[in-house]
């Protein structure tokens, strides 16, 4: 069993930054899949940004140069930086990690970007 728990949501106006963080408890981000998705009022969740072994990260078009995904393996944690935010961007975001048959979700952080 993997425990993750964000941190990191919050009101923020158009234009602006925001940093979240996920770590996680029983489970190796070093070896896993970490992931970042979200979900907006009335729309599926999706996917934002992943980073895979050997450090390949993978962006949703939507936030491509606006938004990095990191990790730190000595603390087991991944990170998203969030930069010049838009209303649209604006859901619950879920950090995600998968290792084989792994696959487990943290609880989500609510970001808000007012216009």
């Known amino acids: 069993q993997v425990r993750l728990m964000e941190s990191g949501g919050a009101l923020v106006q158009a234009g602006g930054s925001l940093r979240l963080s996920c770590a996680a408890v029983?489970?190796?981000?070093?070896?896993?899949?970490a992931g970042w998705y979200r979900q907006a009022p009335g729309k599926q969740r999706e996917l934002v940004a992943r980073i895979m072994s050997g450090d390949i990260t993978d962006y949703a078009d939507s936030v491509k140069g606006r938004f990095t995904i990191s990790r730190d393996n000595s603390e087991n944690t991944v990170s998203l930086q969030m930069n010049s935010l838009k209303p649209e961007d604006t859901a619950v975001y879920y950090c995600?990690?998968?290792?084989?048959?792994?696959?487990?979700w943290g609880q989500g952080t609510q970001v808000t970007v007012s216009s």
């Open positions: 995600n990690y998968r290792f084989g048959d792994d696959n487990f």
């Open positions: 029983g489970g190796r981000f070093s070896i896993a899949t």
